[in-house]
């Protein structure tokens, strides 16, 4: 399985994960991206249609903020507080 999750430190505000993968990336209110569907945590499996997506914003991401693995990350929920 693969999982992914945003290294938030990393990510510079670019947009362009969000644009190409909308249903996977979301950002918060100073436009910091995190990984939408498990709060950046890295646990849920990416399935094989959110697969493409998601390697399109890997590959795209120009600070290599987007990270992948095929074990979960379980790193820490993302708030928005
Ligand atoms: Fe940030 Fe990279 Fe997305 S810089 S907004 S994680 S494409």
């Given at each position: 399985a693969?999982?992914?999750?945003?290294?938030?430190?990393?990510?510079?505000?670019?947009?362009?994960?969000?644009?190409?993968?909308?249903a996977l990336f979301d950002y918060d209110q100073a436009g910091i991206a995190y990984y939408k569907p498990d709060r950046n945590t890295g646990t849920e499996p990416l399935n094989d249609q959110a697969t493409i997506d998601f390697r399109l914003a890997y590959q795209r991401c120009p600070t290599h903020a987007i990270k992948r693995s095929d074990q979960p990350f379980n790193a820490r929920p993302f708030s928005e507080t």
């Open positions: 693969l999982y992914g999750r945003v290294e938030r430190p990393e990510c510079i505000a670019c947009g362009l994960c969000q644009m190409l993968a909308p």
